[in-house]
């Protein structure tokens, strides 16, 4: 039998179906076999390993993962796809749930499977417009997931793994690799997904770190403080603290001379413990 994810198989179903492809998910399908199985075999997927997909479309990455993985919990927001995949897979293997992920409790409905697994790893193709609020859903919400496979476009993989002083350098990089380890792990072309994209992909894994060394005094604080010190990137940092909290520039310069970092000096230019030194001294006067 045919792998689903092929560019006449892909066809055959959406024709079959009567599917039309929904800009507003986002929606663009892989049809790359060699680039699938590429993409499974990132992670250490294991029989004793749970999944958990979210998007996954018409099932070409769930039929790869199925073969590895002990179970796959897969959520899907669009309902036309649901009976697709229900005719595709007729396996105890796969869970399918009718969810928007950014709703749910994730760690609820994993325990709510009643199965052992010696890991969770997530899996997804993501859309940009929704990249950064699910990792960021992943990493605050969730206990059990100990990694993440996200397909994404170039542009946010290079901010999710950029360095200081760099133009993808951005607070969401500060937040990933305060809680991950981020590496690009696979560049994939848009001609492989049907619709192709205006733009090229990359796979990222994210790792999260069991045992971060250094944490601030006040997490959320520390977030909020790495968003403001980037609402204006060409400001500086004293400028975009001042704005946020009101706190004379004056405080801000000396501060920034406790820590040993210039009083000009960007966002862009501090590293995640920077960031983490500074909150804990704006935590103390706040």
Do not use: W
């Not at 599917?19 to 993409?39: A, E, M, W």
């Not at 951005?170 to 049907?194: C, D, E, H, W």
């Not at 000096?265 to 501090?270: G, T």
């Amino acid at each position: 039998m045919s792998k689903i994810g092929t560019i006449s198989k892909t066809k055959s179903t959406l024709d079959k179906h009567d599917f039309y492809i929904k800009k507003k998910y986002g929606q663009n399908f892989l049809v790359d076999q060699n680039i699938l199985k590429k993409i499974v075999e990132i992670p250490a997927i294991t029989s004793e390993t749970l999944v958990v997909e979210i998007g996954p479309g018409l099932g070409s990455l769930t039929e790869h993962l199925l073969e590895k993985a002990k179970h796959v919990l897969a959520y899907e927001i669009d309902k036309d796809l649901l009976p697709i995949l229900l005719e595709t897979f007729k396996t105890d293997k796969l869970t399918l749930l009718d969810k928007d992920f950014l709703k749910c409790d994730i760690d609820l409905d994993i325990k709510k499977l009643e199965i052992t697994y010696d890991q969770v790893i997530v899996v997804a193709n993501l859309p940009f417009y929704i990249t950064t609020p699910i990792i960021l859903k992943i990493i605050e919400e969730s206990n059990l997931v100990k990694e993440m496979i996200l397909m994404t476009q170039q542009e946010v993989a290079n901010r999710l793994t950029s360095k200081p002083s760099t133009k993808d350098y951005n607070s969401l990089s500060i937040a990933i690799q305060y809680k991950t380890k981020a590496v690009i792990a696979l560049k994939v072309p848009r001609t492989v997904f049907i619709p192709a994209p205006n733009v090229d992909s990359a796979v990222v894994k994210l790792t999260v770190i069991d045992d971060i060394q250094v944490k601030p005094l006040n997490e959320p604080l520390f977030y909020e403080i790495v968003r403001a010190s980037f609402a204006q990137r060409r400001k500086t940092l004293v400028n975009n603290l001042h704005n946020k909290y009101n706190l004379e520039k004056e405080i801000i310069i000396n501060l920034l001379i406790e820590l040993d970092l210039d009083s000009r000096i960007r966002a862009e230019n501090l590293s995640v413990n920077d960031f983490i030194r500074l909150s804990d001294v704006l935590h103390n006067i706040l």
